[in-house]
């Protein structure tokens, strides 16, 4: 039975019985990662107290094939980024984010990237003001990651809004083509992000209206909108012929 050893980010997890729990476990160097941890929630065990939901820790793991749940052995905790429980909107900018690894990479899918990039937008929401800009970022590396980059030219010839196409999968030529419209100053800081530009000193509105945008584009793919979408952006403009973002 092969032993995994990874680094590991809990994106989800139920208790099981009084002492155990099954955990989804987002690693870096195998994916999704779905596991019974038996007697984790015993203070002396194994699992340091219990694996808890947006943690960083080291797990090990036994894999049997055709089984859907690992057998997890041991978790060694790294990180708790205890500001995502002291702050509701780091809390829901963090949630959201899980719900996207969940719902966008599959098990045994290793995106090294992704999972590097999420370490690092948890640690950066520590900084009170950080989650709108945080939560851009992270949703254009998740897109790119996983094969979903949208696509950003301009057309020529083209005025103050432009038309985003889920269908088409970036701006369109086509102003009654169904999507949203944006602004180019949307598409611009898009451009910013896509390039690895800092967006610290672009207005907030700004900075919320192309996060607001891709949360849009991920909710096509997702084929729904996911609670924790809703609860950190509020309602986001359904696509429509002359919709805005």
């Not at 039975?1 to 099981?16: Q, S």
């Not at 978790?75 to 500001?83: N, S």
């Not at 590097?116 to 998740?142: C, H, I, K, N, Y």
């Not at 985003?164 to 602004?183: H, L, N, T």
């Amino acid at each position: 039975m092969p032993t995994i050893v990874d680094d590991a980010v809990c994106v989800r997890h139920w208790d099981f019985s009084e002492t155990s729990q099954t955990v989804s476990l987002f690693c870096r160097e195998h994916g999704l990662l779905r596991g019974l941890a038996k007697g984790a929630k015993r203070e002396r065990g194994r699992f340091s107290g219990g694996i808890d939901l947006l943690t960083r820790g080291q797990v090990v793991a036994l894999v049997k094939s055709g089984r859907e749940l690992a057998t997890l052995t041991d978790w060694d905790l790294q990180q708790t980024f205890r500001w995502l429980r002291e702050r509701l909107d780091a809390n829901r900018a963090a949630f959201h984010m899980a719900e996207l690894v969940l719902r966008l990479i599959t098990d045994a899918d290793p995106h090294p990237n992704v999972f590097d990039g999420l370490v690092a937008a948890l640690e950066s929401l520590a900084t009170p003001g950080a989650e709108m800009a945080t939560v851009l970022r992270f949703e254009w590396l998740v897109l790119g990651d996983t094969g979903y980059r949208p696509r950003l030219a301009v057309p020529p010839e083209s005025g103050a809004t432009l038309v985003f196409s889920p269908v088409e999968g970036g701006i369109v030529d086509d102003p009654s083509a169904p999507g949203w419209r944006v602004r180019v100053e949307t598409v611009r800081l898009l451009e910013r992000v896509a390039e690895g530009g800092s967006v610290d000193d672009a207005p907030r509105e700004a900075v919320t209206r192309a996060a607001r945008l891709l949360a849009a584009y991920l909710r096509e793919l997702i084929g729904e909108e996911p609670a924790t979408m809703r609860a950190f952006f509020g309602p986001v403009a359904p696509v429509r012929a002359g919709g805005s973002e």
